[in-house]
Structure formats: structure tokens, C-alpha cells
């Protein structure tokens, strides 16, 4: 556990890199049942195939809800903070498709971290989600993330 003072120290640096996540075809279709995304490109990897995709490919949104958990995973606990909120994201951008059956992992560093107000800390982190045996990364976003301190 660490102060704030100390948290704040941290921008400008990279947090981490999470461990390896194994994306199956029962997760993409467990994320296609949850969010009515049954896209063929994503659930069917016959029509996938014929398509011109090696496989069916993981959803974008499915992959760029893993950021909570590189966060979670990799950042410091602070002392004294209230609630750690997401607060958006300022930009996104898909690199490369992400083959079902792939390893993926998060690369985070803190970018920014400013005062919002009394015990209200606003920072911004670049994440790049790489891709096991590939040059290109899936994903780079930058995710804010409002951490309340009492």
C-alpha cells in the first residue's frame, strides 16, 4: 500500500505488464451472449473462415474490457482512497485482430495524474494489449480512471 503522494510519483512511468490471459471460444461466446454480438467474424468459425479470417476473432469491446483488470491487477493499492471509478476514455484504437485460441496481456503505464479537487485524483493511463508471437499490438487506449481519497 502506498500514499497518494507516492501515487502520484508514479506518472510518467510504466505500472507494469499483467499476465498472460487465454481468450477461448467459450469466452467470446459468453461475451457475444452478454452483449448480443453474434457478428459471425466472432461465434462462427466456419463462416469466419470463409470470410478470409484464419479463425473467428475476438470481440474489440470484449478485449477492451480487460483493462479493468490489468488496473486492478497491477496498480498499488492507495491508502485512504474511497472508490477508484472509471472515468472514460480519451482514445482507442484497434491495431490488429486477435485470433480466438490467442494470449493476450496488458502493458500499463500512468501518463498523467492531476488534482481534480479536494481528495479527487484523475489519472490517465496508456495501455497497449500485446499479442503472444505477434509484432503488432491489438490495442493501445488511453483509459482515466478518478480515484476518491478521503
Known sequence: MINISEFRKLSGTEIGISEWIFLTQEKVNQFADVTGDHQFIHVDPVAAKA???DSTIVHGY???SLV???LFDLLPEVEGTSAVLNYGLNKVRFIASVPVGSR???QVSMTEITERGAGQFLATFK???EI???D????IAE???LFLTS
Open 104 to 106: 493476450v496481456r496488458g
Open 62 to 64: 470484449y478485449l477492451l
Open 132 to 134: 503472444e508471437g505477434q
Open 143 to 145: 483509459q482515466l480512471t
Open 127 to 129: 495501455i497497449i494489449l
Open 51 to 53: 470470410a478470409g479470417f
Open 68 to 70: 479493468s483488470k490489468f
Open 136 to 139: 503488432k499490438p491489438a490495442f
